[in-house]
């Protein structure tokens, strides 16, 4: 399938052949669904904890007699029936990760590319190189239209395209190999530069 190229400034710089097996899958939200959750989980820190009863601060003396007082038998005030004592089979510190195959993950990322293409979300440019000037990347980013944008380049970031959009709201550049499935769903319009396309074709061959 063939898609205009544009350039920055909004002027047409040819057009590209896109690959049917990446840009021209129908999108599955179950796939999506698989591999958001694995990224999502393996960023998620687990570091919640709660103290058990060995780790509360209180005397493990025994609180009353066994017998004779006619209240129930307890040891020390630690125990989890009492207010402020120990958690029973609270949270601890674990990986929330689980495992996804490599064939999956870039499926994923093939249905990713598809969904942007059906929404007539994605966009094609020449090169994503700037003189380094916030204002000047701005208003280009503004005339195109872009409110909540992913751009992916080649293999590597034109460091003063990089420089000029770091104070862009709204705009996130990554090389291709940093292409995720969340990213590019999270964002309104994906952009994704010659350099990138061929870039992702290589890699999701």
């Known amino acids: 399938m063939k898609l205009d190229v544009i350039k920055l400034d909004g002027g047409k710089a040819g057009s590209v052949d896109l690959d049917e097996a990446l840009f021209g899958l129908e999108p599955r939200a179950d796939i999506l669904h698989r ?27 025994k609180i009353y007699r066994q017998k004779g007082t006619g209240g129930a038998r307890h040891g020390d005030r630690g125990a989890p029936i009492f207010r402020k004592g120990g958690i029973y089979k609270g949270p601890t510190p674990r990986s929330h990760g689980h495992d996804l195959t490599k064939k999956f ?33 701005a208003k280009q980013v503004k005339n195109l239209g872009w409110k909540r944008a992913l751009v992916i380049d080649g293999a590597s970031v034109d460091e003063n395209f990089a ?7 709204g705009l996130d550049i990554l090389p291709s190999m940093g292409a995720n499935v969340y990213d590019i769903l999270k964002r309104d319009t994906l952009v994704i530069t010659k350099a990138g396309v061929e870039a992702l074709e290589a890699r999701l061959k």
């Open 163 to 169: 420089q000029a959009a770091r104070n862009i709201q």
């Open 105 to 137: 993950r870039k499926l994923g990322l093939r249905h990713a590319l598809s969904a942007k293409m059906k929404e007539g979300a994605l966009v094609i440019i020449d090169a994503a190189t700037a003189e380094g000037k916030t204002a000047a990347l």
């Open 35 to 61: 591999v958001v959750r694995w990224q999502r989980n393996n960023a998620q820190q687990g570091t919640h904890k709660v103290k058990t009863r060995s780790e509360v601060s209180y005397s493990t003396k």
